[in-house]
């Protein structure tokens, strides 16, 4: 693999969602849980509001924030206007893996250019890169926002094509969702899965040409510089 651009996932590729835990402490002494079912939820609402059509598109933000309303209540949980203020900050200071930045700086040294290709709308991109510190290490951060429909929608690969002015075969993307390798393979993309909780593959008829445990092998991968 020699990939000239290598496009990332965020969530959950990049920044571990488990993280957001830590800013829903005083919700509930269970915040894994919370965060389980909000983050389930969260993606639920992208993938029906995607397929209700465009008139019903909302962006990642506002989904979030419904997706807690929903989540909260479904586990009985009383919580204050300043505790849901906390619980969605997590979003805007989600902690990367620790492998990222160095994986990072080796394919920046390889000559690579670094995207993000995200569900998340830019709001919440920029301040998760801005809180991580990892601003500078992405030429390029895309928001399905620009085209008002989620992953795994081919029109949101294609984007990333069309912005990148790449053809597809000399990219590489690279998600930790199943269903976001599945989309992006089935799209035409080379594809990368980061199988960080060692799940079963997603039986959605296509394969992922590679796949990793972390990003920590990524660069090693890759060993032929760009042409
Ligand atoms: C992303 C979420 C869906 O697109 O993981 O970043």
Request: hydrophobic share 50%; with cysteine.
């Amino acid at each position: 693999m020699n990939p000239s651009a290598v496009l990332f996932d965020a969530y959950g590729t990049l920044f571990d969602v488990n993280s957001v835990a830590q800013a829903c402490a005083a919700i509930t002494p269970a915040p894994e849980a919370l965060v389980a079912l909000w983050r389930a939820k969260q993606l639920e609402y992208s993938f029906l509001r995607s397929l209700m059509g465009l008139s019903a598109y909302a962006d990642f933000w506002t989904i979030t924030v419904d997706a807690l309303d929903f989540a909260t209540e479904k586990l009985g949980l009383r919580i204050s206007s300043a505790d849901r203020d906390r619980a969605l900050q997590g979003w805007l200071e989600v902690r990367p893996y620790p492998e990222v930045p160095s994986t990072l700086d080796v394919l920046a040294g390889q000559g690579r250019r670094c995207a993000i290709l995200s569900n998340g709308s830019p709001y919440m991109l920029h301040a998760a890169l801005a809180s991580a510190g990892l601003a500078r290490r992405f030429q390029t951060v895309l928001s399905v926002d620009a085209i008002r429909t989620f992953k795994p929608h081919p029109r949101v690969y294609q984007m990333a094509v069309d912005a990148l002015a790449t053809p597809p075969g000399e990219l590489l993307f690279i998600s930790s969702n199943g269903w976001d390798a599945a989309g992006a393979r089935a799209f035409g993309l080379p594809v990368a899965w980061v199988n960080r909780t060692r799940a079963p593959v997603e039986r959605l008829g296509v394969s992922p040409d590679v796949i990793l445990a972390d990003l920590s092998t990524l660069p090693a991968l890759l060993t032929a510089k760009p042409r």
